[in-house]
């Protein structure tokens, strides 16, 4: 029969004399360095993802994609060290319809200024692959991983993985037949998985930033609406990226500059022009910008009813939240018209998309605060 204990024993071991059994490091008291190792590291990788986006955007605008026309994952490290080396590069890209139908004559030092472009978009690529290979394979050897995030921060990585082999993909397509562009669809493929990347980590990033015990106390104190809403204006906001990419893909930013008409029209003539018919929804200009404009416009409204209701949040950061990201979108929207009517030149448009990754978080930012509200004294 057990002895009788005493209320003030200590109960490093139980009855046995064996040590309680221990959890991760996420859950052990006081002891916060691991948590706040691997947000530091998400951090870093988030930063270089909204790097990786811009670079995209301004390789895309500046026509640089399809300078280099082989994918060599370790020897494409190097670029071309000798003249010679970049005689065969050129002589590689001149086999290509974009320099045949759209570059033809083009000279080395203007071949140089693209193929560079590209060249560093590709090694920002890898940069982002091995930060996260050695950053993961360091936490895990030291068992520093807390309970239940190893398959996300997997996750992670494999849609990181993923998203170099969308990349080429992506150029394929403007390799073969007579494009001079890679394929719309394949493009918004490879920037929404990139959005997605960045939204995976600035979740994370705003889980670490506090205890597991404060998340799960939080959780309680949901506001399903405002989650519901803010759940929403994620899921449309990731709708319009996706659109912004296909009017990208194919310049149709520059094919209609007058606004609110498309082409003196309400909506844009020869909008079915491409057979077969699906085609129109990917690589007519007047529909697919006209889609953009229409998306925008409703999230527009969405996002004055988020504001409407965000104000009535519990807690002063939901409200904020709120705010902020209603206004962005707001905003996103007004410098999507000064976009189109200037025709999209290159410092406009880059503006527009960093716009569309500084929404973007901000709309994951309310949806957390609401899903994860901080609680608040009566007084706020």
């Known amino acids: 029969m057990a ?39 998400l951090i870093a990788l988030f930063a270089l993802v909204t790097v990786m ?39 590689k890209y001149r086999a290509s319809p974009e320099y045949r139908l759209q570059n033809a004559g083009m000279s080395m030092a203007d071949f140089k200024t693209i193929y560079w472009w590209e060249w560093g978009h590709r090694q920002l690529g890898r940069f982002i692959g091995l930060v996260w290979i050695f950053g993961f394979l360091g936490f895990l050897a030291t ?13 992670i990585g494999a849609l990181i993985g993923v998203q170099g082999a969308i990349g080429w993909w992506m150029v394929q397509s403007g390799l073969q037949g007579d494009r001079v562009d890679v394929a719309s669809y394949r493009l918004a493929t490879h920037l929404g998985v990139a959005f997605v990347i960045l939204g995976l980590l600035l979740w994370s990033i705003l889980l670490l930033g506090r205890s597991e015990a404060d998340n799960m106390q939080a959780r309680r104190l949901r506001d399903r609406g405002l989650w519901g809403m803010g759940t929403g204006l994620m899921h449309f906001a990731f709708l319009q990226i996706l659109l912004g990419a296909l009017v990208a893909g194919i310049d149709a930013g520059r094919s209609f500059v007058d606004w609110p ?5 309400v909506f844009p003539p020869e909008a079915f022009s ?20 229409v998306a925008g ?17 519990a807690t002063k950061g939901v409200r904020t939240a709120f705010m902020l990201a209603s206004g962005m979108i707001l905003a996103q929207m007004v410098l999507g018209i000064i976009t189109v009517i200037n025709a999209a030149p290159l410092h406009i448009a880059i503006t ?29």
Not at 261 to 265: A, D, F, I, N, V
Not at 356 to 365: G, Y
């Open 297 to 313: 416009y409703l999230l527009a409204l969405f996002a004055i009813g988020a504001f409407l209701r965000g104000r009535k949040g």
């Open 53 to 91: 986006i811009l670079v995209g955007g301004l390789t895309r605008l500046t026509d640089s994609g399809l300078s280099i026309t082989e994918w060599n994952l370790v020897s494409g490290t190097l670029p071309p060290m000798t003249e010679a080396d970049w005689t065969a590069e050129l002589e």
């Open 274 to 293: 491409l057979d077969p018919g699906w085609r129109n929804f990917f690589e007519n200009p007047g529909l697919v910008q006209f889609m953009h404009r």
């Open 143 to 155: 068992r520093n991983i807390p309970n239940g995030w190893t398959g996300r921060l997997v996750t």
């Open 3 to 41: 002895e009788p204990r005493s209320i003030f024993e200590e109960v490093d071991h139980d009855a046995s004399g064996r040590e309680p059994t221990k959890t991760g490091m996420i859950d052990r008291g006081g002891n916060t360095k691991a948590r706040k190792w691997i947000r530091a590291w």
């Open 352 to 380: 527009h998309q960093g716009g569309a990754i500084l929404t973007w978080c901000l709309i994951i930012l309310a949806r957390f605060r609401a899903g994860y509200p901080r609680a608040q004294s009566v007084r706020g």
């Open 261 to 265: 008409l498309m082409g003196g029209q």
